[in-house]
C-alpha cells in the first residue's frame, strides 16, 4: 500500500533522499462506531504522506489512551491492538519527520495531561516560530523533540491553569505561525484548526447520513473520507478553529484568512484521488501534462512515465502531442522504505531496485520521459543510463513541475539550496549532467492555470523564492528543539487519568 499512490520518483534510487512527504492526520467523532478501525484506515489512505511511524488515540470519556510506533500503519496496529483502543472519540497521525528526529519519542500523537484528564494532538506541516513558542514552555527541563509537542505542552498548560480547551486553543493559536493542520482532543471533545494561511489541506466530512447514525471526521485529504464512508461537507477554513462533540459542530475564527495553499500538493504530495480547494489533484497532473506537451514538444517515438507520480502528467502529454504512451518502467511496488542499507554491489545497481526497463517496449525507441521533479538529479542520471543501457535511441525528460529552486519551511523536507540542482545549473547543464537529449520543465505560470487556483493564494516559494510567511533560515531545521530544550522524554502507552 504505502507507494501505490505514487511515491516522489526521486525517492526510487536508494543514494537519493529527495523531498519528503508533509505527515497525515486524521479524527473521527463517532459514538458507536470502531473509532479506532475508522482512524486506521483513514491512516492506511493518508499513508503516503508519512511512513516513519504512525499513532492512536482515542477517549471513551473517561481517559485517553495513545499507542504509537516506528513504521508504517499496517505494521504499527493489528486487530487485538485496534480491539484495545475503545471509544467515541479517535485522532491519528502518520509521520514524516520535519522537525525532530525520527525517533519513537517524536511520533504522533503527543499527549500531556490537563487539569482533569489528559490532551493528545496530532500536526500535519511545520511551524516556523518553534523557538520562540519554545520558550513559552512552562517547564523547559521536561524537554521537548518537535514543534508538535510544544503546541501540546502548551495547550495542556493553559488547560492544567483552569482553562477550558476551546479557550486555550483560542488564545494560543494566533501565535502560532507556520503550516498546520491540528487535530486534538480531550475526554470528550474533537478539536481541528489549520493555519490562516492553509498552506496544509484539511476537510470536514460526515458519516453515516443514510443510515442515520451521526458522525464526524476530520482529515488532511478527501481521499481519507471516501475510505471511511463519510461525506465530504466542507474545507475547513484557514484561521478556523472546529469544537465537535456530542452538540455538534461549532465554528470559531482564531485569525483572518490569509490564503497560500502549497502549490507542491498539486504536484506531488497529495493522492490523485484527492480534491483540493474544488479541483481533483488527478484531473490538474493531466492538465499539466497537456501543457506540458504544447510548451516543450519532441519528436519521438513514445510517452513514458516515471510511475507511480508521473503518469497523469505522461497521459496528458501523450494526449495533446499525440505520441502513443506506453508503461515502459516496470515498478516493483513491494520495495518501500527501507531501513536495511544496501551493500557496494547491491548500491551500484542503484534504480533497478525499484524500477526494470522492458526492453521490448522501449528498444530502438526515442522516448519521451515524464517525471514530475528533479531535486539533486541522481535519480534522473542513473534511469536515463538504464533507458539508454536498454536500448533507448533517444531520452527525452519532461517535468511536470517548475525547477525546485528554494527549500520548504511548511512541512516538505527539501534539500538545501546548495544541495538543488536546478538552484546551481541551468536547464542545459542539467540536460548535460544527466545525459538527457533534451529535458524541460513546465512554466510556472502554466502550473498555476491547470491548478485553477488564483495565484495569489498559492505559496509557490519552492518554486520562485516568494515565502508567505517570514523565515528566519537559521531558526529552522530537524533537530533545533534539542538545542532549546534538551532531549525530549516519552513513554510506550500513555494515558489521561480516569
Known amino acids: 500500500m504505502p507507494y501505490s499512490d505514487g511515491r516522489l520518483s526521486t525517492d526510487l534510487d536508494p543514494l537519493e533522499r529527495g523531498p519528503q512527504d508533509a505527515c497525515g492526520v486524521f479524527g473521527v467523532w463517532a459514538p458507536g462506531e470502531e473509532v479506532s478501525k475508522l482512524t486506521y484506515f483513514g491512516l492506511y489512505a493518508l499513508q503516503h504522506r508519512g511512513q516513519e511511524s504512525a499513532g492512536i488515540a482515542t477517549s471513551d470519556g473517561k481517559r485517553i489512551v495513545v499507542y504509537k510506533d516506528m513504521g508504517l500503519v499496517s505494521q504499527v496496529f493489528n486487530e487485538a491492538t485496534l480491539d484495545s483502543l475503545r471509544g467515541h472519540l479517535a485522532i491519528g497521525h502518520c509521520r514524516y519527520s520535519t522537525t525532530g528526529a525520527p525517533v519513537w519519542e517524536n511520533a504522533q500523537p503527543t499527549f500531556y495531561t490537563a487539569r482533569e484528564g489528559g490532551l493528545a494532538l496530532a500536526h500535519n506541516g511545520n511551524l516556523v516560530n518553534t523557538p520562540e513558542l519554545a520558550s513559552m514552555l512552562p517547564d523547559r527541563r521536561h524537554g521537548a523533540g518537535t514543534d508538535t509537542e510544544v503546541v501540546t505542552n502548551l495547550l495542556a498548560a493553559r488547560a492544567k491553569d483552569g482553562q477550558p480547551v476551546e479557550d486555550a486553543a483560542m488564545e494560543l493559536l494566533p501565535q502560532v505561525k507556520g503550516a498546520f493542520s491540528l487535530v486534538f482532543m480531550d475526554e470528550d471533545t474533537l478539536y481541528a484548526a489549520r493555519d490562516p494561511q492553509g498552506i496544509r489541506p484539511f476537510v470536514l466530512g460526515r458519516l453515516g447520513q443514510t443510515s442515520g447514525a451521526g458522525g464526524w471526521v476530520v482529515a488532511s485529504e478527501t481521499a481519507a473520507l471516501d475510505i471511511v464512508g463519510a461525506t465530504l461537507v466542507r474545507e475547513i477554513d484557514p484561521g478556523e478553529l472546529l469544537i465537535i462533540n456530542g452538540d455538534g459542530v461549532r ?172 538552484a546551481n545549473l541551468s536547464v542545459e547543464e542539467i540536460a548535460e549532467s544527466v545525459d538527457a537529449d533534451s529535458l524541460a520543465y513546465v512554466d510556472l505560470d502554466e502550473l498555476i492555470a491547470a491548478s485553477e487556483q488564483p495565484k495569489d493564494q498559492l505559496c509557490r516559494a519552492c518554486f520562485d523564492g516568494v515565502y508567505p510567511l517570514q523565515v528566519d533560515a537559521d531558526s529552522q531545521g530537524k533537530y533545533l528543539l534539542e538545542k532549546v530544550c534538551g532531549t525530549p522524554e516519552g513513554s510506550t502507552l500513555a494515558s489521561s487519568p480516569k
Open 251 to 422: 465554528s470559531r475564527r482564531f485569525a483572518e484568512v490569509q490564503r497560500k495553499g502549497c502549490l507542491f500538493e498539486y504536484v506531488y504530495l497529495a493522492r490523485p484521488d484527492t480534491t483540493i480547494t474544488g479541483r481533483n489533484v488527478n484531473s490538474t497532473r493531466v492538465e499539466v501534462g497537456r501543457r506540458l506537451a504544447r510548451e516543450h514538444p519532441v519528436d519521438a517515438d513514445l510517452v513514458i512515465p516515471v510511475p507511480e507520480s508521473g503518469t497523469p502528467a505522461a497521459v496528458g502529454y501523450a494526449e495533446a502531442s499525440g505520441i502513443p504512451f506506453a508503461q515502459g518502467l516496470v515498478k516493483n511496488s513491494y520495495v518501500g522504505r527501507t531501513f536495511i542499507q544496501p551493500s557496494q554491489t547491491l548500491r551500484q545497481l542503484g534504480i533497478r531496485l525499484k524500477l526494470n526497463p522492458l526492453r521490448e517496449v522501449i528498444e530502438g525507441r526515442r522516448l519521451v520521459v515524464v517525471d514530475d521533479s528533479i531535486v539533486r538529479g541522481n535519480t534522473q542520471r542513473a534511469l536515463v543510463r538504464m533507458l539508454r543501457d536498454a536500448g533507448a535511441a533517444e531520452v527525452h525528460v519532461r517535468i511536470s513541475s517548475p525547477p525546485v529552486l528554494w527549500p520548504c519551511y511548511y512541512g516538505i523536507d527539501f534539500a538545501t539550496r546548495a544541495e538543488l540542482i536546478a
